[in-house]
């Protein structure tokens, strides 16, 4: 059965060649009459183009996303971050992007611990590299940066990067402790209690 990407094989450029082969020899036939075995030389021309037509090449699919390297999204977050960082920024908006900073930073920090979540690579690298430029430019543009909506929305923004950090950061650090423990039992298996005997 075919999938979604394949034609199924009656309408598949091999078949049109082959029967387009036959319907030749059939005609030269008519025409000039081949001989009684017409149909044999009509069937094999119709096998040499099924057989012979190169099959179409596959689509390619198309590369992922880059996932970046840690410390060049440290440069794109430090640099994205910076104006938020003026004097001229409400209060919560300066306090909520530093305590986002280190959060996302610590992740950044463990980044090799992420190699078998590639989702989760991806997703920090589209938040540092796109959305979070995207935010702050977006709340720059605002007349009043001051005004409670804007500051609520950007807050509420940052705000769910940080939560999202945050689960990481204890997803990595409960995974290095099951294994620290696993680790530890394995020793006292081997060793015994480490009770100096």
């Given at each position: 059965?075919?999938t979604?990407d ?102 950044l ?17 589209t938040i ?9 430019s ?5 007349g ?17 990067i940080?939560?999202e ?32 005997g």
């Open positions: 059965m075919p979604s394949q034609q199924p094989f009656w309408t598949s450029r091999p078949n049109i060649v082959g029967i387009t082969l036959a319907l030749i020899v059939v005609v030269l036939h008519l025409v000039v009459g081949i001989g009684s075995l017409w149909f044999v030389a009509a069937i094999g021309a119709w096998g040499a183009g099924v057989m012979l037509t190169p099959k179409p090449k596959p689509r390619e699919l198309p590369a992922p996303e880059m996932i970046e390297d840690p410390g060049v999204l440290s440069t794109r977050l430090h640099n994205a971050l910076v104006p938020l960082r003026r004097d001229d920024v409400p209060h919560p908006i300066r306090a909520k992007a530093e305590s986002m900073a280190g959060a996302l930073g610590w992740v920090g463990r980044w090799v611990e992420l190699d078998e979540a590639t989702e989760q690579k991806m997703q920090y690298t540092i590299r796109d959305f979070l430029p995207g935010l702050i977006g709340y720059r543009e605002v009043n940066p001051f005004d409670p909506r804007a500051v609520d929305e950007v807050w509420k923004s940052l705000d769910l940080e939560t950090a945050t689960k990481t950061r204890t997803a990595i650090v409960d995974r290095n402790l099951m294994e620290l423990e696993s680790h530890t039992r394995a020793l006292k298996l081997q060793f015994g209690q480490f009770d100096g």
